[in-house]
């Protein structure tokens, strides 16, 4: 699993490479919220464009990321979700409550 | 004379399986999923066919550790004392279906039904999504959830690969 991030005008945006199970989660987790607090955006930015896996594990992260962005009065949206990412996300209903936003890579 | 027609149902024949047991630590989630995945490729599944199979194996494993043995791993002796392993056996038959039976022997659960509930979930720390049984409903064609409290769960799934052309 790989975290790549960045903060530019109060967006985080952080982009997650790799498998998202219930193992690597955890991780992902704690490195998220560290990022969150330390830089507490205005808008959490989650690209899920490099994903080969993810189960119902990654519901709950990307879940749990947009309740505790809400709380401090944030804002989230999903970037680039691969087919797969986006079918799990479809199934629980996520789009209707988090932003997915397709944006054309150069 | 009323003629009996007799329903001849061909019995499927296993062509391969494969049986493993590990300890429920969380880093074999993707061991599980890898080994049924490394079966089923001998059918040539579609890709979407296979991420389905992985990812069903990976919630079902996944139950065992968090639910049926409550992440509760310590240690490989503790596996072979008090339990803490699964056991995942695949196979596929002649007709081109797989089966897969993910066994713990953990708490089980109280009412299989309501956990099976999308969305159901125990976890209060708003972590867990609760779509693990949904999301294995979906990507399989059958799924069968035996479970006994104190006892614990086997999950049976089928699902039918596609030929190749």
Do not use: W
């Not at chain 1, 991030?5 to 498998?19: E, T």
């Not at chain 2, 499927?12 to 590990?22: G, M, T």
């Not at chain 2, 956990?115 to 979906?138: K, N, V, W």
């Amino acid at each position: 699993m790989e975290i790549i991030s960045n903060v530019n005008d109060g967006i985080l945006y952080v982009k997650l490479s790799g498998d998202i199970d219930h193992h690597s989660a955890k991780t992902v987790r704690d490195c998220v919220d560290n990022l969150i607090r330390k830089n507490n955006p205005a808008e959490l930015e989650l690209d899920l464009s490099s994903i080969e896996f993810m189960d119902s594990s990654g519901l709950g992260l990307v879940l749990g990321r947009y309740k505790k962005q809400t709380d401090m009065g944030g804002k989230m949206k999903i970037i680039n979700p691969t087919k797969r990412v986006l079918q799990i996300l479809q199934l629980a209903g996520v789009e209707k409550i988090i932003k997915i936003e397709r944006i054309r890579q150069a | 004379m009323k003629k009996e027609i007799k329903k001849i149902k061909k019995k499927r024949v296993i062509l391969n399986q494969i049986k493993s047991s590990f300890p429920a630590k969380s880093i074999n989630e993707s061991l599980s999923r890898m080994i049924a995945a490394s079966l089923v490729c001998q059918l040539d599944p579609t890709i979407d066919e296979l991420a389905d199979i992985k990812t069903a194996v990976s919630e079902a494993v996944t139950n065992c550790i968090v639910h049926g043995y409550g992440n509760n791993y310590k240690s490989i002796s503790s596996v072979n004392k008090s339990g803490g392993e699964i056991n995942l056996y695949a196979c596929y038959y002649d007709d081109n279906s797989i089966k897969i039976i993910i066994k713990d022997k953990g708490k089980g659960i109280e009412d299989v039904k309501k956990a099976m509930q999308p969305l159901y979930t125990t976890d209060e720390s708003g972590e867990r999504s609760g779509m693990g049984f949904s999301i294995m409903q979906s990507f399989m064609d059958k799924i069968r959830v035996i479970s006994n409290p104190g006892k614990g769960t086997t999950v049976i799934f089928e699902k039918k690969i596609s030929r190749p052309v």
